[in-house]
């Protein structure tokens, strides 16, 4: 029993297991290509995807991942007040954000435009300590970085600050366009840019340690384009950023979040009975319907509705594929178990994940992509965590 009558189950063992997957690929192409394996960075962003920050970053590291990847500082700070150690990098802050507090947590701060070098090392100058820096360069995503024209200013800046002892510059990175579409002419542009980013900064004495540029997508399809580290996010969740590719157990992954409920409500409902907010679904004959208590307000896409005739977002009910009747409302939505159903309250239905139909299944559903799906999901919904012996056997 349990007070809310949902939860995401998140294995870690399955969080360690796709750790250690990615690092083994990552070990095999720099083999295969005689280069030295790419250091693993674990993106833990947005809780990390929902899937909670600290549980999943220690995971993580235990599977021999040495870098975490934060968006916010916030994320970056809160991983080093649980007592993690691994090397962390935070990229996105505007000006005026407490940089002292990353500079004395040891946090590497990515410089994404002009203003940054400034602020860090006003931060470090604060703390007495040396700033880490990671150039982020917008090598043609046209997102957060350093254009090409910004580059030799900052670059003369950071040569400054280094000599003065203020910063060193750890690592050199960009973040791709088309990742999730292997071949795109766009890629090895990409690559150019970021190449001539680091011949730049070499030529002023600049050594950046990492180059990098690959998260998932390229990091299971990519090999090219590991570099000195790799950032994987979706991947380490055991979900596919190329799903037309291949689904996760393709690469060899392990989803590691599942989401489920227990019917709040089971009842007979007559022939032609609407169901839920502007009877989108109409009984088709006498038949047995089911609550499930979450909805929208916990995250559960209000596109994922079975409206217009068509069936909304499927479920595992009793080991048979349901799906979504009517709309999603804010705390639940409605399934029509069918006339012989055999289901009362209190079964259970899971929404994806481990015996239901998977976050990519919703994804499609819902008009979205998996990311979406799990990194949505409220802070309603408790996080259970587990640590199977069928991912801790594949752990091995
Ligand atoms: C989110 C993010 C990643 C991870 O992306 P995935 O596609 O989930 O692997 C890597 N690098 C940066 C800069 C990001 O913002």
């Known amino acids: 029993m349990s007070l809310f009558p949902a939860r995401a189950v998140v294995d870690l063992g399955a969080i360690r297991a796709n750790a250690r997957t990615l690092r083994r690929i990552t070990a095999e192409a720099a083999q295969t290509a005689g280069a030295v394996p790419p250091a693993v960075m674990a993106v833990v ?27 916010q500082l916030t994320e970056a700070l809160a991983l080093r007040a649980a007592g993690i150690d691994a090397r962390i990098l935070t990229w996105l802050y505007a000006p005026g954000a407490p940089l002292h507090l990353a500079v004395e947590a040891e946090v590497d701060l990515a410089v994404s435009a002009p203003w940054a070098v400034a602020e860090i090392a006003a931060a470090a100058r604060a703390t ?15 997102r957060n970085g350093l254009t090409p024209d910004d580059l030799p200013a900052v670059l003369d800046a950071v040569a400054r600050l280094r000599d003065e002892g203020v910063l060193t510059v750890s690592g050199l990175f960009s973040h791709l366009a088309f ?16 190449h001539a980013a680091v011949a ?16 998932s997508a390229a990091t299971l399809t990519a090999p090219e384009l590991h570099l000195d580290l790799v950032r994987p996010g979706l991947a ?13 157990e393709h690469f060899g992954l392990i989803p590691a979040m599942t989401l489920e409920a227990e019917l709040a409500t089971v009842k007979r409902l007559p022939a032609g009975h609407g169901m839920s907010y502007g009877h989108q679904y109409v009984t ?113």
């Not at 990390?48 to 021999?64: D, F, K, N, S, W």
């Not at 999730?180 to 542009?189: M, R, Y």
């Not at 730049?200 to 998260?215: K, Q, W, Y």
């Open 128 to 142: 007495g300590r040396t700033a880490r820096v990671q150039l982020k360069v917008d090598t043609g995503l046209g």
């Open 284 to 396: 088709p004959t006498a038949t047995t319907v089911g609550v499930v208590p979450l909805g929208y307000g916990d995250g559960i896409p209000r596109h994922a509705s079975g409206v217009d005739g068509a069936p909304g977002a499927p479920l595992g009910i009793s080991g048979r594929r349901r799906s979504i009747a009517g709309r999603v409302c804010m705390d639940q939505f409605m399934v029509d178990l069918g006339p012989e159903a055999t289901e009362v309250a209190g079964d259970r239905v899971v929404l994806f994940g481990r015996g239901g139909p998977s976050a990519e299944d919703w994804a499609r559903a819902a008009d979205t992509i998996s990311y979406e799906i799990v990194t949505r999901l409220g802070g309603r919904v408790p996080r259970v965590y587990v640590d199977d012996e069928t991912t801790q056997e594949s752990d091995r």
């Open 179 to 194: 990742a999730d579409t292997p071949g795109h002419p766009t890629l090895d542009h990409q690559l150019e840019v970021l």
């Open 45 to 71: 962003k947005a809780d990390a995807y929902g899937h909670g920050l600290v549980p999943v970053a220690r995971a993580a590291v235990q599977g021999g991942v040495t870098w975490l990847g934060a968006a």
């Open 200 to 215: 730049a900064a070499r030529s002023r004495g600049i050594d950046p340690e990492l180059r990098h540029i690959a998260a």
């Open 236 to 248: 380490l969740y055991g979900l596919s950023p190329v799903p037309q590719i291949g689904g996760p």
